[in-house]
């Protein structure tokens, strides 16, 4: 801070201010802050201090309160910020909280704060609206994405199913053969190589119609 325009006037008064208020600070206009330093600054502004840890205590219990009252749906739309916006931005503007203490500002405001919670219950009640058809729209894709899963499943299993019911049969066969019976091998190894065949073409018949039915899903949402 040194070499501000308020240095040579307001030294004294801005190095122990700035100290008291800024605990983790070490160094100040390149000097080590000591512990005799510190201890005066913060006795000097404790009651100063104490008062603002106050009303940042009690604005963060305001906070918590709105934040427990609030509408549910509003929070699920993440509009819950609208609640007691303006007061808000009133409270926190510089300029607005010079000029609240002028005997007209808040009668000047008041006019407008039916029109302002008007505006704002409309825009939260449309934007509610509009949370409530997304979250519908994704339940009704996601349904969509569970049965398309479901039914894909489901339909490998029986074409599985199908294929190990005609390979047992097949083997059978050739469990039965006797000693010294005679038994086309080259044409059963087609026969297993054509069945794993239909089975693959079926199963990415499969694979290819859940493909589809994901892609709808999707470019519904």
Not at 56 to 75: F, I, M, Y
Not at 127 to 150: D, G, P, S, W
């Amino acid at each position: 801070m040194a070499d501000n325009p308020f240095y040579k006037l307001k030294e004294a008064e801005y190095r122990l201010y700035a100290i008291a208020f800024l605990k983790t600070l070490k160094y100040l206009d390149y000097e080590l802050i000591d512990e005799e330093t510190r201890n005066n600054a913060t006795e000097k502004h404790r009651e100063e201090f104490n008062e603002q840890e106050a009303l940042k205590n009690q604005d963060g219990a305001q906070a918590d309160e709105l934040e427990r009252s609030a509408d549910p749906a509003l929070k699920n739309a993440k509009i819950d910020c609208t609640v007691g916006m303006i007061a808000r931005i009133i409270k926190n503007d510089k300029e607005s909280s010079a000029l609240s203490h002028l005997p007209k500002f808040l009668e000047t405001l008041q006019p407008h704060d039916a029109n302002i919670e008007e505006n704002t219950a409309k825009f939260q009640g449309e934007m509610k609206n509009r949370n409530k058809e997304k979250m519908n729209t994704i339940a009704y894709c996601e349904q969509v994405l569970r049965n398309a899963e479901k039914w894909a499943e489901q339909e490998s299993i029986v074409l599985i199913d199908k294929f190990n019911t005609v390979r047992k049969h097949k083997f059978r066969r050739l469990f039965a053969i006797k000693e010294g019976e005679h038994f086309d091998y080259a044409g059963f190894k087609k026969e297993m190589a054509k069945e794993i065949e239909i089975l693959e073409d079926d199963l990415m018949g499969v694979e290819l119609k859940l493909q589809e039915q994901l892609q709808m899903a999707t470019t519904d949402f």
